[in-house]
């Protein structure tokens, strides 16, 4: 049970006397669709100087690890592949488990997300109408046509129930929004999830036809993360309640919010450990 308590306002500082190791988010902390944010880079060169063990922990489904590599570095981010765990690396496993070897996937993302799906034997079918498929996984607002995608998709999974089959759908990604930069904000694979739930659920009613969540607020990431950080005293760094902030404090974590998406008023569900104005160090 977690303490309802009111969160302390904490400096980076101060977590790096109280941890031996950062989780870390990525949009809305290190990046946004714009760049690297305030703060971040000086934040990686401290941990990397240090000698403080960090990892990034992202719902991002549409990147793998060696793209992430990539930006990071061309944004002054030193972070290493086996630093970032990502939703989307939780795709093979969720398809394995489940024995969905062959499933005729329709996948909502980029190429990094489709690879995903095909390392854990499912076949990507292309994005047409009158596509039959056995599953479908929404993972990114990117890659292929948002409003023409969550269209074809919903069509292609009445087909299937109206045929007597009830496909696999997988959602790594439950954010919601995500920051633009600028003070913008846009739409992303949860969004895209909760139109096709909403449209699924006034045809088939009695179904409860949903996508299983599994990045955050699940606890899959979270524990991923702290295992390859090797240290007890671990602490999220996230700037969304519900998914960062959520999951962390279910998983047993203690939780820093980050002004940013999301913000912690009192006598919200939600409760972080911490309040945290900046990543000044």
């Given amino acids: 049970m977690i303490p309802d308590v009111a969160p302390r306002a904490v400096t980076i500082a101060e ?7 950062l989780l870390l988010d990525a949009y809305g902390v290190l990046v946004d669709a ?5 703060g971040a880079t000086e934040l990686i060169d401290t ?8 990892a990034v922990v992202t ?13 990071f570095a061309a944004l002054g981010l030193a972070i290493a592949a086996d630093q970032i765990v990502t939703s989307g690396s939780l795709l093979p496993g969720y398809f394995q488990s489940r024995g969905l070897t062959g499933a005729r996937t329709l996948v909502l993302g980029t ?14 079918v292309e994005l047409t109408p009158g596509m039959e498929i056995d599953a479908v996984a929404i993972c990114d607002d990117a890659g292929t046509p948002f409003l023409d995608g969550i269209e074809l998709a919903l069509s292609a999974i009445i087909r299937a129930v109206e045929a007597g089959r009830r496909p696999a759908l997988v959602l790594p990604n439950p954010d919601l929004v995500y920051p633009k930069g600028g003070g ?5 694979a949860g969004a895209m999830a909760l139109l096709v739930e909403a449209a699924l659920a006034r045809r088939f009613p009695d179904h409860r036809l949903v996508f299983d969540r599994i990045g955050k607020p699940a606890p899959d990431l979270f524990l991923a993360g702290k295992q390859r950080l090797g ?15 959520a999951g962390a404090r279910a998983a047993g974590i203690d939780a820093a919010l980050l002004a ?6 009192r006598g919200a569900a939600i409760v972080p450990t911490y309040l945290l104005a900046d990543l000044s160090v």
Avoid at 15 to 21: E, P, R
């Fill in 47 to 54: 941990l990397v100087r240090r000698g403080t063990r960090f």
């Fill in 15 to 21: 977590l790096l006397a109280s941890y031996d190791g």
């Fill in 231 to 245: 240290v007890e005293r671990v602490v999220m760094i996230g700037d969304q309640l519900e998914t960062d902030i």
């Fill in 260 to 265: 940013g998406v999301s913000r912690y008023e």
């Fill in 34 to 38: 714009a760049g690297a944010l305030p």
């Fill in 111 to 124: 190429d990094d997300s489709r690879a995903f799906v095909v390392a854990g034997g499912g076949v990507v």
């Fill in 184 to 188: 913008e904000l846009g739409f992303t």
């Fill in 59 to 71: 719902n991002d489904a549409s990147r793998s690890q060696a793209t992430y590599v990539r930006r």
